[in-house]
């Protein structure tokens, strides 16, 4: 369950004429725009833009970056982008220019659905004139890279194939820690393509055979970014959920936060999952998520932030 929900009484051109209000004049009313925009959902955010145009002759975003700065500006952009595009603008970014930003092709395709996969991939090409899988290709490599395209597809497995349990349970075992060196493919195939409630009692089994977890398993016989991509993928498989809460713990409980991620997972879970996220957190962590983002945050940012988050725990 999401922590934005539509608003009742939505009426876009009054929105629209209070974000105006806002902006007019010497200074902005931060709060208005904060608590405004962070309590409509995505697609009446879309509305209000059409409505802006419609009323004043520009473009509300543009109007927002003029009066707007630093993080509370790009987290407020990031609400009033559609989430698909979002999301793909998100990976082109993580691939555009030198370097990888691998955990962000990591956390998206580890996390999103099919559906959500192949809208990311259409959205991609109409937005950047490129094709995501080409784009991934050319900067990754070896089994990492092949599980990514695996991921790509959308195309997971649905429902669970009672025949096959064991059989993966003992393939998986088998490509690891039972043997010397490690078959990726067997791993990348198996998790890449099962679904997440076969996968779940897949890991049961291989739990049995092994004596510990799966997550074990690809720990000791893999590492760098193929390791951190096989791990979120059993994660999500495990509760997607829990995965985000352990995402947004690392992202803030070090030297320094992470305000992208914070900022991507915040904005993109905000009408998914954001209260099974803060269950998670609280009984992992034993703190609540509002706090935590209250202690690593400051300003404008801090507070939209917070009312993304919903409720203290």
Known sequence: IGSVRPFVNFNAK????????????????????LMLLTSRSNDQRQQIKAAYKKAYGKDLVSALKSELGGLFESLIVALMTPPTLYDASQLQKALKGAGTDDDVLIEILASRTGEQIKDITKVY????SAKLEKDICGDTSGHYQKLLVILLQ????E????EKIEKDAKDLYAAGEGKFGTDEETLIKIIGNRSAEHLRKV??????????????????????????????VVKCA??????????????????????????????????VDMLDIRASFQKKY???????IQEDTTGDYQ?????LCGSND
């Open 14 to 33: 009054n929105d629209a004429e209070l974000l105006h209000r806002a902006m007019k004049g010497v200074g902005t009313d931060e709060d208005v725009v």
């Open 125 to 128: 090409k109409n937005e950047f």
């Open 154 to 157: 959308g195309s997971r497995e």
């Open 159 to 162: 429902g669970v194939d009672e």
């Open 203 to 232: 890991f049961d089994v291989y739990k049995k055979l092994a004596g510990s977890e799966i997550e074990d398993g690809i720990r000791g016989e893999t590492t760098g970014n193929l390791e951190d991509l096989l791990l979120a």
């Open 238 to 271: 495990r509760s997607v959920p829990d995965y985000f809460a352990e995402c947004l713990y690392k992202c803030m409980r070090r030297a320094g936060t992470d305000d992208s991620t914070l900022m991507r997972i915040m904005v993109s879970r905000s009408e």
């Open 286 to 292: 034993g703190a609540s998520l509002h706090t935590t």
């Open 303 to 307: 507070k939209a932030l917070l009312y």
